[in-house]
């Protein structure tokens, strides 16, 4: 009896401490995501700097500013975010921001990444 007992526990013991296979995670499908940008910084000097959104993805479009007056805010600057244009041409991963829009009528939540949304294709 005595040795039984000592089997199982050890059996017991050996299963709880095996070792157990890594998890894998299954990828996202392919298609188009929801997000926010992540970053804002220069995109390019052509001689000045251009600022831009930028976001994990490709292919950006149907952005909105999530700000303080939502897209109605960015009216005054280019027609609105609706017409902001995309970086570069060929991945359209960055949301170019006008300089009037940061600099002048934007103010601090303009220079806040989480304020821009997007939808991209990963």
């Not at 296979?21 to 000045?48: E, F, N």
């Not at 976001?55 to 609706?82: K, M, V, W």
């Not at 359209?92 to 940061?102: C, E």
Request: proline content about 7%.
């Amino acid at each position: 009896m005595r040795k039984l007992r000592f089997v199982s526990v050890f059996v017991l013991l050996a299963f709880v401490i095996a070792p157990t296979p890594a998890v894998t995670l299954a990828h996202p499908s392919q298609g188009w995501y929801t997000t926010t940008a992540y970053q804002i910084a220069v995109a390019y000097y052509d001689p000045l700097p251009h600022w831009a959104a930028f976001f994990s993805g490709h292919y950006g479009r149907n952005q909105h500013y999530l700000g303080p007056g939502g897209d109605g805010a960015t009216e005054c600057c280019d027609d609105g975010i609706a017409n902001w244009d995309w970086y570069p041409s060929t991945w359209r991963d960055s949301l170019l921001l006008p300089k009037t829009w940061l600099f002048v009528y934007g103010g601090s939540q303009a220079w806040l990444p989480a304020n821009y949304q997007a939808e991209v294709f990963h």
